[in-house]
């Protein structure tokens, strides 16, 4: 089958997927028509901040209307001084919410939004949107709540200034338990109840100190630069910046560019290791590595300014069949790490994610920035193995980097993102 012919069958499939995700209904809480979807038509029946963005992006290669009412609809949510929440609890009952929605919440019996954020994927979602079809009312309207947003990660998560954002919780990364965090949280063990438990301290601490981002990152029990979130900040600055512009806000659209730049800098700099050749996220206020390779370790390839040494280094790691280029790539965790465990948790184990398996969505920020770069030989061949496993195990939530079998959640919204990459 040819590439216009799948990517033909892939819009027929992500339209049925969508459809099958979405929910609507009427919000007395923000009184308005709400209609979203969510990553799964189970457990995950929300509406997802990065998700959201996926969706959207995909959504863009057929049907920009319906991306853009994607987009809105989650800034619907946003808080008074710009915060956007990872998840918007619309309908959820009381007797509806999973425990973690109350957990991640600020206090209260009915939570309507988590406290906590996600990698800021709007910006690159909407210029997606705004390539295909050029609508500048939609800028209008989405920009200006989307650069709050980027103004309030300035103005509560960077408080040491070093042009480095920090998350306050696992989930904030999107990669829920990747061992980056035990580095932070002090367990390097492998015993999942207790990895669970200390991830869940951290929520739970967050919830006592009212999730204030000062005094929890003040307090630096969990103070983690980390680098896919700050990966995706630079470039959905770039993003806004290009996007003011067309607007005709140059004001804007500098401010935007220049915050790029320097948070690129900033990344390149401090979380490169010149021994080890790869980036690590930071933690805590001493700026400590988390050294363990992950697929963090290779989003700077996503990144405009990734050049010369770093490049060609990151590349390296990324074909080397003992870490990264197994016969799925890309997977969450290098081969050669301890953590590595490629195939889903036992049913009666505690679920742990982000331990080994590949996902589409990161391998959507690898393929891109390869592009970017001029590997189009390997985003080529990752793409095509992309297809090798949803062809044979459908859209999941992750497979098995050795095996290529698919897990968990089936028709998993942000796995349609092949979509965009064909």
């Known amino acids: 089958m040819d590439k216009l012919a799948l990517k033909q069958k892939y819009i027929e499939k ?108 709007l910006a690159l979602a909407v210029e997606e949107i705004f390539k295909k079809d ?37 989930n904030e990364s999107g990669m ?24 869940r301290k951290v929520d739970l601490l967050n919830q006592f100190y009212g999730f204030n981002s000062k005094k929890i990152l003040d307090k630096d029990y969990f103070n983690v630069e980390e680098l896919l979130f700050n990966c995706v900040f630079i470039e959905a600055n770039r993003s806004l910046a290009r996007l003011f512009s067309e607007l005709g806000e140059e004001d804007e659209a500098k401010f935007f560019k220049d915050l790029a730049s320097k948070y690129e800098d900033s990344l390149l700099e401090k979380c490169w290791d010149s021994e080890d050749k790869i980036f690590y996220s930071l933690y805590s206020k001493k700026d400590l590595k988390a050294k363990v390779k992950t697929i963090a370790s290779l989003l700077p390839l996503f990144l405009d ?54 996902w589409i969505n990161t391998n959507w920020f690898i393929v891109k920035g390869l592009r970017k770069h001029g590997y189009d030989n390997l985003a080529d061949q990752i793409v095509e193995k992309m297809v090798e496993m949803i062809e044979e195990r459908g859209f999941r939530e992750y497979y098995n980097p050795e095996t290529g079998e698919g897990y968990r959640r089936e028709n998993f919204g942000w796995s349609t993102l092949i979509l965009d990459l064909l």
């Open 14 to 121: 992500a339209v049925k997927i969508f459809k099958g995700n979405t929910f609507e209904g009427y919000s007395k809480w923000k009184n308005t028509h709400y209609k979203f979807i969510a990553p799964a038509s189970v457990e995950y029946t929300f509406q997802w901040l990065w998700d959201t963005s996926f969706h959207s992006i995909v959504l863009s290669n057929f049907d920009t209307n319906w991306a853009k009412e994607e987009i809105l609809n989650h800034l619907k949510a946003q808080w008074e001084d710009g915060f956007v929440p990872h998840i918007i609890f619309w309908g959820g009952r009381y007797l509806d919410l999973p425990h973690w929605a109350f957990i991640e919440s600020k206090f209260n019996a009915r939570p309507r939004t988590s406290a906590i954020t996600q990698p800021p994927v």
């Open 134 to 170: 050029g609508d500048k009312e939609f800028l209008k309207e989405s920009l200006p709540k989307i650069a709050k947003f980027h103004r309030w990660l300035l103005e509560n998560r960077d408080p040491d200034g070093d042009n480095l954002i920090s998350i306050i919780s696992p």
């Open 176 to 199: 829920d338990e990747l061992p980056v965090f035990q580095y932070a949280l002090g367990y390097l063990k492998e015993n999942p109840a207790i990895l669970h438990y200390t991830h």
């Open 305 to 358: 300014g990734l050049k010369d040494e770093k490049l060609e280094a990151l590349v390296k790691h990324l074909v080397d069949p003992n870490e990264f280029w197994r016969p799925y790539p890309v997977p969450s965790v290098a081969a050669d790490e301890p953590f590595y465990f490629p195939q889903d948790p036992p049913a009666y184990k505690v679920k742990l994610l982000w331990r080994g398996p590949t």
